[in-house]
């Protein structure tokens, strides 16, 4: 299986590590763990690539808030958030949902929304991408300018702010 790994294919192993992870109660044999892994380093290499997979577009909820998660991702946060707004407009389609609205996506992303890091785009960055959304409420989006144009975290800013 680790010689299958590609950015094509990671999405589909971790998804199958994962469940059969789960099966067996939770109990990771050293080969799942060292599967796993390679599996998340495959996608820190190559996230741009990986993020545009149809594969990416199945996976689980808690596989993408743990692939969001990561602390080291070789893309833009731009590109995350999209491909994140895609993963939940697809998995919204998948349940006959055809035009998903803001608030369908935001539930959809649940506590994902929250692990990409809005406070480390420019200003010009974030304002194109939320400017005309309703993903995040005005209050996350007042939190996310505050401390991009201060540098200074608003007890009240829910998003992760460390550059990757």
């Not at 590609?6 to 589909?12: A, F, H, I, N």
């Not at 099966?23 to 599967?35: A, G, P, S, V, W």
């Not at 919204?92 to 692990?115: A, F, M, Q, T």
């Not at 480390?120 to 505050?146: P, Q, R």
């Amino acid at each position: 299986m680790k010689n299958s790994i590609s950015p094509d294919t990671v999405c589909t192993i971790l998804q199958q590590i994962t469940f059969f992870g789960e099966d067996y109660m939770e109990k990771i044999t050293l080969m799942e763990k060292y599967l796993k892994e390679k599996c998340l380093t495959c996608i820190i290499v190559n996230a741009e690539d990986v993020f545009n997979t149809d594969a990416f577009m199945r996976i689980s909820h808690d596989i993408l808030k743990t692939v969001v998660s990561l602390k080291t991702l070789t893309t833009t946060e731009k590109h995350v958030f999209e491909s994140c707004v895609r993963w939940a407009k697809h998995q919204l389609l998948e349940l006959g949902n055809e035009d998903p609205s803001d608030k369908e996506i935001r539930e959809k992303l649940g506590d994902v929304l929250y692990e990409i890091r809005f406070p480390t785009m420019t200003a010009e960055e974030f304002a194109g991408l939320t400017a005309h959304s309703k993903i995040l409420t005005a209050h996350e989006k007042h939190d996310v300018y505050v401390y991009i144009a201060t540098k200074k975290r608003l007890k009240s800013l829910k998003f992760v702010s460390s550059i990757r």
